[in-house]
């Protein structure tokens, strides 16, 4: 379908360009990240500090809420991938599949889902974990992309 196809088209194309264009401000060190690096050092923070805010909050921060647009993007994309079966879709499917794990996941590559929920640290002595909204986005991508045949 060539509705389809576009739309996949646009999608990526958004998604690439919200990575690239992606900034964020550490607040404690003021020292600014952009692109990936950006999506990387907020998503630490995330997972290291988040438990210290309610959820509430965090969405009116608009590098948190341009981040959930990102994933939120991934997931769509993701899931339009998973209910269409022609091969156009399989050049997208991939860069997909690549801004997702490279562009995304560093930041949370060594740590299991279970970890990523809120959770007590012996080493630093503090708890960690992502906040729900952006944790169950990330459960749900990985559910999609385990499914998908490349």
Not at 36 to 43: P, R, T, V
């Amino acid at each position: 379908n060539q509705n389809e196809k576009e739309e996949i088209s646009r999608l990526f194309m958004y998604l690439d360009e919200k990575i690239n264009n992606f900034s964020y401000t550490d607040k404690l060190s003021e020292s600014k990240f952009t692109g990936n690096k950006a999506i990387f050092e907020l998503l630490h923070n995330l997972h290291c500090n988040y438990v210290h805010n309610d959820e509430s909050s965090l969405k009116q921060d608009p590098e948190i809420t341009q981040l959930i647009s990102i994933l939120t993007i991934t997931k769509i994309l993701f899931e339009k991938f998973a209910n269409t079966d022609f091969k156009e879709n399989n050049a997208f499917k991939t860069l997909t599949i690549h801004q997702f794990e490279y562009f995304i996941m560093p930041a949370i590559s060594g740590i299991s889902i279970n970890e990523l929920e809120k959770n007590y640290c012996e080493a630093c002595k503090m708890e960690h974990g992502l906040p729900p909204t952006i944790l169950d986005i990330f459960k749900r991508i990985g559910e999609l992309k385990d499914s998908m045949k490349i």
